[in-house]
């Protein structure tokens, strides 16, 4: 990773306040990238637990890559940005990633069974506490060359996935908030004429935005706008078993 592990700790207890902000770093311009089983940035928190606390991260402007050809086979460029192994609890988190965790590409990109952003939150527990979460032109795929038979291929995999993963519980009504504003796209920023063939097979752009199988008691509000989009002028989709925007909470049992 070119970011891991800013804070490796047991516990965040007893109203600690963490502030992680970064901006302008990670990014990897280059002419070719192949990330296998890796990230560019990996858990920028990892810890136990989260308990009577408040969490703030700010990211801007990071964790990109510009590159005639990129390949991501199992990996990601933003992953698990907060690993907390066992519970959130009466605490307070706010994350903010914005113009982050995008991919610039002049000639072919391909995805396998990886995302450009997955989990931000990833813990097994979350009671009590007020969680938000803002993306804000993040987590796309933008094509920025002028060649003729460029290719974006997606297979079994995401632009954005599981922004929060949560194994067990998500209870004791306090509002959790989720904001995707002009993400997970699929677009070019120039005005070639040539024809990009899209191949996007067993994939979403915007997947499971939360991920629990029990929410309790809770307020959840999701607001999703100019997001999951290919706009690509001229493109050539070729699909199966494609969805722009799928399962935008997937849980088992919700009750109260």
């Known amino acids: 990773q070119l970011i891991d592990e800013i804070l490796d700790c047991g516990e965040i207890k007893n109203k600690s306040n963490i502030n992680i902000k970064i901006k302008d770093s990670a990014n990897a311009h280059v002419n070719s990238i192949n990330i296998v089983e890796g990230e560019l940035v990996d858990e920028l928190i990892d810890c136990l637990s989260i308990a009577d606390s408040s969490v703030e991260i700010k990211i801007s402007s990071s964790v990109s890559t510009s590159a005639n050809t990129i390949s991501i086979t199992e990996g990601e460029l933003l992953d698990e940005t907060m690993d907390v192994?066992?519970?959130i609890r009466n605490s307070k988190i706010d994350a903010t990633i914005t113009n982050s965790a995008n991919a610039f590409y002049s000639a072919t990109m391909t995805i396998t069974g990886g995302e450009l952003i997955d989990?931000?939150?990833?813990?097994?527990?979350?009671?009590?506490?007020?969680?938000?979460?803002k993306l804000t032109t993040s987590g796309c795929a933008s094509y920025i060359g002028n060649n003729a038979g460029h290719t974006f291929t997606l297979t079994?995999?995401?632009?954005?996935?599981?922004?929060?993963?949560?194994?067990?519980?998500?209870?004791?009504?306090?509002?959790?908030?989720?904001?995707v504003e002009n993400s997970?796209?699929?677009?070019?920023?120039?005005?070639?004429?040539?024809?990009?063939?899209?191949?996007?097979?067993?994939?979403q752009l915007l997947d499971e935005l939360v991920d629990c199988p029990n929410i309790n008691?809770?307020?959840?509000?999701?607001?999703?706008?100019?997001?999951?989009?290919?706009?690509?002028a001229n493109s050539i989709l070729n699909s199966s078993n494609m969805n722009l925007i799928e399962r935008i909470i997937d849980t088992e049992n919700t009750t109260k």
């Open 119 to 133: 989990e931000i939150i990833d813990t097994n527990e979350i009671t009590n506490s007020k969680i938000e979460i």
């Open 85 to 87: 192994k066992n519970h």
């Open 184 to 203: 997970a796209n699929l677009i070019t920023q120039n005005s070639s004429n040539h024809v990009p063939v899209l191949n996007i097979t067993n994939s």
């Open 217 to 232: 008691n809770n307020s959840i509000t999701v607001e999703i706008s100019s997001s999951g989009n290919i706009a690509l």
């Open 156 to 179: 079994n995999g995401e632009l954005i996935d599981e922004i929060i993963d949560c194994s067990n519980n998500i209870s004791d009504n306090n509002p959790i908030s989720i904001t």
